[in-house]
């Protein structure tokens, strides 16, 4: 009875060592954070403007950050998560980005109601890579004035901006640089919106 009590307490021990031993390891969370601009708007005299869309590529539409291997490869990074999904907080970033850029009261916030005659933003970021030391995003917007009016904005741009690494922190803080910069953009086009 021994000798079997004392096997069957060997056999729990080694269960409960390669189980404790099976422990992962730490989510970390991202988010995307703001750029001060380098001079705030001053003059506006469009409406007031929300951004009401914001898309990522499908590839980045995911929760996990990716990172970018040495041959150019994506790899989904299980332990290393943005803080929700991309684009809402992406949408989130480009708002707070906007904000500091133009005169107070201007921008809506993406989860306050629109006023009539308020100027809407739809962005399409079309494609974001990270190559070695460098990271780029393509873009589209459209800015829309309140329904009826004909009077619509376009703009597309390539924005770059240098990378210190293609880690996970590193691709986060790409993503912000390259908001901001979209930012500056998309600003600037408002600011010439002329609406009757």
């Known amino acids: 009875m021994n000798k079997q009590r004392a096997t069957w307490w ?18 970390r969370i991202y988010t995307l954070d703001s750029s001060e601009p380098v001079a705030r708007m001053e003059t506006y005299e469009a409406p007031a403007l929300r951004v009401d869309t914001l898309s990522v590529p499908a590839s980045w539409d995911r929760i996990e ?32 980005d906007l904000d500091q850029r133009l005169p107070s009261g201007t ?37 829309a004035p309140a329904a009826g ?3 619509t904005k376009r703009g597309l741009a390539l924005l770059h901006d240098s990378l210190t690494s293609t880690e996970p922190a590193a691709v986060a803080h790409a993503w912000s640089k390259l908001i901001s910069q979209l930012a500056d953009r998309i600003a ?3 600011a010439s919106m002329k609406v009757p």
């Not at 332990?79 to 708002?95: N, T, V």
């Not at 921008?107 to 990271?135: C, H, T």
Request: charged share 10%.
């Open 10 to 27: 060997m056999i729990g021990c080694a269960c409960a060592l390669s189980l404790g031993a099976c422990h992962s390891a730490p989510t």
């Open 107 to 143: 921008v809506i916030y993406p989860r306050l109601p629109k006023p009539n005659g308020a100027l809407g933003i739809n962005v399409d970021i079309l494609e974001f890579s990270v190559v070695s030391s460098q990271a780029s995003m393509r873009a589209s917007w459209v800015i």
């Open 188 to 190: 600037a086009d408002a």
């Open 65 to 96: 950050i990716l990172s970018v291997s040495a041959a150019g490869e994506l790899h989904v990074n299980d332990f290393d998560h943005w803080s929700a999904p991309l684009a809402q907080i992406a949408r989130q970033a480009l708002s707070v």
């Open 149 to 151: 009016s004909q009077t």
